[in-house]
């Protein structure tokens, strides 16, 4: 019986946040003159605990159009008392994913207890803002801003709401654009246009990436690129003493009033990747005519690349599939490393005789492809594909990728492209901190990319960005055929001829524990931040490339 009631109450919850969202959808399908008003139900109890109500501004801001609303009563939802962790609960390190934060942010879940409540993720943010003040304090004289950008999660727009108070409440403007990709958001760092407040100071991706619908998470930006690990422990160790050492009343102060402004940035960043394409194939306005190219978004956030990327450039995307935002994740993953998911887009192609098919992720930080005759690029062959077409603009450049790819891959990038191949330790930011590092000591590297489908060009700044690779794969489509060449997606199959290819890929993921006293006293780290492999994990270390160089050569 109780059981039969706890399933009840989580359908109910997942009702409400489903109904939020998809009333965020619509509002946001109507373009960024509308006023956006949210509608949340009161919080009670837990550390930042309020009774009130808070008065917000929102300025809705176009590039032809800025309008000031009052923005109503708003009051904050999130889970009842008994789910809010408690000050000696609250565990902000445990929330640390390498270089982002993730949590469990939707209740239900057996043996999975929220802790990305909106007191910590209010808190979280405050700190963040605090980082940035702080690395910023040459500029105190400025007005700093930060964006906030979020994927289709059913979680999103309490957890906006959350960030947006924690931001103000340091006295940093907040500028949210809604449903986004993570590349976006950091390229609004960048980007430098009065008429939609950029460049912003900093940014915040609200994202759990192709994690099931109860996490969610956050990814923070600044013109110098993601934070680090180490940014992040700061970051969380700080957001701990926020939240230890705020009282009611200081925090009913800090919500008195707050100013957020909302800018549909994603017209500006979808508008760049269509440029890049129409520049690399001569300045033709659709260079992409007549190509029937097909996208599998997941239900996330990259539904945008169909009707503002590729349409503009001419394409037929007829047969494209799960655009619509859905933060339940019905269909399948958002993961391009997932076989269900590469199934879904290879059949797509199959059935609609599409030249080419592309898959992202939920936030579009990672991507793949499919050609017309239904081989994948994910992967060993997806690198192989990106590093072809750099290493045509960049004689003999250095590939950096993680650990696990395959020997042949090595040998096709030295032996058939002429460039150089350095494997580092996994982890997308590794990877690319170490491309950076490369070039900073003299030696050339243009692409950092990861098996997981996480690449990063230098011509982009270092930015991970799922869809802008995927231009550089339509920038191939687009010259060869201002050039006269044909055969749809051909070009892009005939760039990966010699691979070798193992028969068979086993990947085994190993937890190890760190704590363990056959690991104390230093190094042994199966990637350690020497290089180092030793004790037990070597052993593991050489059983797995043993198999790897054994499937490989098999037949």
Not at 137 to 154: F, Q, V
Not at 238 to 253: G, P, Q, T
Not at 455 to 464: V, Y
Request: glycine share 10%; charged share 20%; net charge neutral.
């Amino acid at each position: 019986m109780a059981a039969a009631s706890g399933m009840i109450m989580q359908n109910i919850f997942i009702a409400k946040q489903y109904q939020k969202n998809s009333h965020f959808v619509n509002r946001y399908r109507m373009g960024c003159s509308s006023p956006y008003v949210s509608s949340m139900l009161p919080f009670q109890g837990g550390k930042f605990a309020w009774d009130g109500t808070t008065s917000m501004q929102l300025v809705n801001v176009s590039k032809y159009q800025r309008t000031s609303v009052n923005r109503g009563l708003v009051l904050c939802n999130a889970a009842p008392s008994a789910a809010v962790p408690t000050l000696e609960k609250a565990d902000f390190l445990k929330l640390q994913n390498g270089s982002d934060i993730r949590g469990v942010a939707v209740a239900g879940v057996e043996g999975e207890p929220v802790n990305l409540t909106e007191p910590v993720t209010e808190a979280i943010a405050a700190a963040f803002a605090a980082w940035l003040k702080d690395k910023k304090k040459e500029e105190a004289s400025r007005h700093l801003s930060i964006s906030i950008g979020h994927d289709s999660r059913i979680s999103a727009q309490t957890l906006q709401d959350a960030v947006s108070r924690g931001i103000s409440s340091v006295g940093v403007d907040v500028i949210q654009y809604g449903l986004a990709s993570t590349p976006a958001m950091f390229n609004s760092t960048l980007t430098e246009d009065d008429a939609f407040l950029c460049p912003v100071d900093g940014s915040i991706m609200i994202t759990a990436s192709h994690l099931p619908y109860n996490r969610n998470g956050f990814k923070f930006f600044t013109s110098a690129g993601g934070l680090g690990k180490a940014d992040i422990k700061d970051i969380l160790e700080l957001a701990a003493d926020i939240f230890k050492n705020s009282s009611v009343e200081a925090y009913a102060r800090n919500k008195a009033s707050a100013s957020v402004k909302r800018v549909d940035y994603m017209t500006v960043y979808t508008s760049n990747l269509v440029k890049a394409v129409r520049r690399a194939a001569g300045n033709i306005e659709k260079p992409l005519e007549g190509f029937h190219i097909v996208v599998d978004a997941g239900n996330g956030a990259g539904g945008f690349f169909a009707a503002k990327v590729l349409e503009p450039l001419g394409a037929i995307t007829s047969g494209s599939q799960f655009l619509e935002p859905d933060g339940l994740f019905p269909n399948h993953i958002p993961n391009p490393e997932d076989k269900v998911a590469m199934k879904a887009i290879t059949q797509a192609v199959l059935d609609n005789e599409a030249d080419l098919g592309i898959i992202f992720d939920t936030d579009v930080d990672r991507s793949a492809a499919v050609d017309s005759a239904g081989r994948e690029f994910n992967r060993n062959r997806l690198i192989a594909l990106m590093s072809a077409i750099v290493l045509e603009e960049h004689p003999g450049t250095t590939i950096v990728t993680d650990s696990v790819t395959s020997d042949g891959l090595t040998t096709f990038i030295e032996k058939k492209l002429g460039g150089k191949h350095r494997r580092f330790k996994r982890g997308y930011k590794n990877v690319i901190d170490e491309a950076i590092r490369l070039n900073s000591t003299g030696e050339e590297s243009h692409l950092a990319i990861e098996t997981s489908g996480h690449g990063a060009l230098k011509e982009n700044h270092w930015l991970d960005d799922g869809a802008y690779l995927m231009v550089k794969v339509l920038n191939k489509l687009a010259s060869a055929r201002a050039s006269g060449a044909g055969g749809g997606s051909r070009v892009l199959t005939d760039l990966v001829e010699g691979l070798e290819e193992a028969a068979v890929a086993v990947e085994l993921r190993l937890k190890i524990n760190q704590s363990h006293s056959d690991l104390k006293g230093g190094s042994g780290c199966l990637g350690s931040e020497d290089g180092s492999f030793l004790g037990s994990r070597s052993m593991i270390l050489f059983f797995l490339l043993t198999l790897r160089h054994q499937l490989t050569m098999m037949p």
